[in-house]
């Protein structure tokens, strides 16, 4: 089992920034790939990011390449989103969640085993 709990979430203004965190418990962090995702109302839960176990890979949707960043302390059992220019189409619900089968940071939400509760985010224009 794997436990997640994701915080940071909040109302900023367009252009803002925010650091998302979700702190992981249960079996070893350090062994398994960890992806964000993002839910906005009345649509798909969609990738923002992944990351590989060891942090040497990062992968991106094009909707947030170069505003987000992601990343992870092992030694903390915690992945972070760091957000920077913030939109208001980046408004949603987001998710951490953690692919304990398999080393790829993938951008599927079916390749991912355990999820968070989620954090809001609201950006306002």
């Known amino acids: 089992q794997v436990q997640l709990v994701e915080s940071g979430g909040g109302l900023v203004q367009a252009g803002g920034s925010l650091r998302l965190s979700c702190a992981a418990s249960?079996?070893?962090?350090?062994?398994?790939?960890m992806g964000w995702f993002r839910q906005a109302p009345g649509k798909e839960r969609d990738f923002v990011a992944a990351i590989t176990w060891s942090g040497g890979t990062t992968v991106y949707a094009d909707s947030v390449k170069g505003r987000f960043t992601i990343s992870r302390d092992n030694a903390k059992n915690t992945v972070y989103l760091q957000m920077n220019s913030l939109k208001p189409e980046d408004t949603a619900v987001y998710y951490c969640?953690?692919?304990?089968?398999?080393?790829?940071?993938?951008?599927?939400?079916?390749?991912?085993?355990?999820w968070g509760q989620g954090t809001q985010v609201t950006v306002s224009s």
């Open positions: 249960g079996r070893t962090f350090s062994r398994y790939a």
């Open positions: 969640a953690a692919n304990v089968f398999g080393s790829s940071p993938g951008r599927s939400k079916y390749e991912y085993s355990y």
